[in-house]
């Protein structure tokens, strides 16, 4: 896959910034939701020097622990992939999300480098509906470099809310990752994407 630019290695860093394991109501404003799982997130990533120095294991952990359980992940890569999703075989769709995911965690591991102890995370103003069952949050974080621009599409599911999409800079992951998607897969199908995902 193509690298990427600097600015969009902050991605990564910016969504890990979302998981903690502790349940949020969906009444719960979206703003709140965001501000208080990335604050409490931001914390344990400054614990770890492992994961701020690169390693892909302690990320990978990180990952796990407190990212995942509130992302949609699947709806990530199917939007990612686009129409040849639905040709895709269960098996096939598990292993491109899992593909997917770990491409995510190497490509953006070096984001960790930027978070130090004054490392902030900077809500802006909540625009549109609290309620609604689509919604996005705006943030900025702030590092020794100056304020980056991050937001986030989240979705409610039942009692919470799952994020599914983010952005940093106005680039967001989805589309970004669509068009290399569709080449990979014209050229080798969803097995040749799998396969060139886990390279």
């Known amino acids: 896959m193509q690298?990427?630019?600097?600015?969009?290695?902050v991605l990564l860093g910016g969504v890990l910034s979302l998981g903690i394991a502790f349940s949020v109501q969906a009444a719960q404003d979206p703003n709140q939701y965001v501000q208080q799982i990335a604050n409490q997130t931001l914390d344990a990533v400054k614990q770890n020097p492992g994961a701020r120095s690169g390693n892909v294991g302690d990320i990978n952990a990180i990952v796990n622990q407190y990212l995942m359980p509130h992302v949609n992940f699947e709806r990530t890569t199917r939007l990612a992939t686009g129409q040849p999703w639905r040709q895709a075989s269960a098996e096939q769709k598990s292993a491109l999300t899992n593909a997917f995911k770990g491409t995510l965690v190497r490509t953006y591991s070096g984001a960790f480098k930027n978070v130090n102890n004054s490392t902030t995370i900077?809500?802006?103003?909540?625009?549109?509906?609290?309620?609604?069952?689509?919604?996005?949050?705006?943030s900025n974080i702030i590092t020794a470099s100056g304020p980056t621009s991050v937001d986030y599409r989240l979705e409610k599911v039942g009692d919470g809310w799952k994020v599914y999409d983010f952005s940093v800079e106005g680039i967001w992951l989805v589309q970004n990752y669509r068009n290399q998607f569709a080449d990979q897969i014209s050229r080798g199908g969803i097995d040749g994407l799998i396969k060139s995902l886990q390279r």
């Open 122 to 138: 900077n809500m802006l103003p909540f625009r549109g509906d609290a309620n609604a069952n689509d919604v996005v949050v705006r």
């Open 3 to 9: 690298t990427l630019t600097k600015t969009k290695h």
